[in-house]
């Protein structure tokens, strides 16, 4: 398999990329002048620019994104600890949760204005509803919570399903080791606000476009468990259907 990105999850997946640089817009450009997407090249681009990866692609070779969702009221907690961490964010690490909250470093509903491509000003329901769209039409869903079987998710759509049992064991192993331990996880003790506290409803305020996406993002992975779930995703689904939709 040839890939053009080094990052964690794919670690276990991957022996080769390609040196593009599509993690920045002039590398992306590059991208686009070698006809990237149609070259047969590459399987996955790894870019946090949705709307300039896709000038890459064509109608003969498409692209699909995926994702993992995370909770937006643990996202920016942790976000919070791991800026408190970094080199000339003194103001941030004497800040408390709530500080923070209240402060203008805090993000603000961050995955909406990604998807609906409003990065400024105020958003709306409008907003809102263009990054559902967006997320259900490009995405296949996964989640933080779920993150080995969205791994399987993300090999299945792909067909990275291998045939040799010794790599496939090799690869499960790997997933399941980054299930364990995590990819950039905040060390040590961290204060965690509770829900009802003042920090967590100033987040919550924060961040309360993301949290209705992040529940459609829930919806959307329990739809595509037909079709990309595991066998035993597909029978929890099975169960929870049979009781009404409620978990036990």
Not at 81 to 103: C, F, H, K, R
Request: include cysteine.
């Amino acid at each position: 398999m040839q890939i053009n990105f080094k990052f964690p999850m794919f670690v276990c997946l991957i022996q080769k990329y390609v040196n593009v640089d599509t993690t920045s817009i002039s590398g992306l450009e590059r991208a686009k002048s070698f006809d990237l997407a149609n070259s047969g090249s590459v399987d996955v681009i790894f870019s946090s620019y949705i709307k300039e990866t896709s000038a890459i692609f064509s109608d003969e070779h498409k692209g699909r994104g995926f994702v993992f969702l995370r909770d937006p009221i643990e996202r920016a907690i942790s976000m919070f600890y791991y800026l408190a961490d970094q080199p000339g964010n003194e103001d941030i690490s004497e800040m408390t949760v709530e500080e923070y909250a209240q402060s203008t470093r805090i993000e603000n509903n961050w995955m909406v204005r990604y998807l609906a491509d409003q990065m400024e000003g105020e958003i709306n329901k409008a907003a809102l509803d263009r990054a559902k769209e967006v997320l259900k039409r490009k995405f296949v869903v996964g989640l933080t919570n779920e993150y080995k079987e969205s791994i399987y998710r993300l090999n299945k759509y792909h067909k990275w399903l291998l045939e040799d049992e010794a790599l496939q064991e090799k690869q499960d192993n790997c997933v399941s080791q980054l299930t364990e331990f995590g990819i950039g996880v905040n060390n040590g003790n961290k204060e965690v606000p509770e829900k009802g506290d003042q920090s967590w409803a100033l987040i919550t305020w924060q961040n309360q476009y993301d949290i209705k996406l992040y529940e459609y993002g829930l919806e959307l992975f329990k739809e595509q468990t037909k079709e990309y779930g595991s066998k035993e995703s597909k029978k929890q689904l099975k169960r929870k259907e049979k009781r009404g939709g409620k978990d036990k």
